[in-house]
């Protein structure tokens, strides 16, 4: 009982000091993915990764968050994503960079599937993908559809 107290109590500061983080960023940036389309989701990490590296060249903090929805789901599915090793490694790399599923999506193919379909670790389900662009945009980030 005890460790899994522990494990909650990391994971509970680990998303706090994630939220912190886009709170005190400078430049916030949310990318949507909506196509199951290697080269679109491609563009978004390309696009991700670019902007990091452009402002840490400059010396100031971005929070950039990745969501995706309807097709563009198949970007964290497991076992069908095309760019699984990159997000994993985007991850490792720059975790000023973040990953949100639709479960709205991911809902209706578990349904469609007839079980659970598992989603990239890094990943992290949010209610609806339209909505979180939408809180995202009212806090002030700038939105790229690639």
Known sequence: MQKLRIAALAAA???AINA???EEARHRLAIQVDQADPAIMNLALN????VKKYYAGKGESVAIEIVAFGPGLEMYVADKS???????SMSLEDPEIT??????THAALNKKEGHEVPLVEEAKEVPSGVVRLMELQEKGYSYVRP
Not at 82 to 88: E, L
Not at 99 to 104: D, H, L, P, R
């Open 20 to 22: 912190g983080h886009a």
């Open 47 to 50: 696009n991700a990764h670019n």
């Open 13 to 15: 500061m680990l998303v």
């Open 99 to 104: 990953f949100s599923a639709c479960a709205n």
């Open 82 to 88: 095309p760019v699984k090793d990159r997000i994993s």
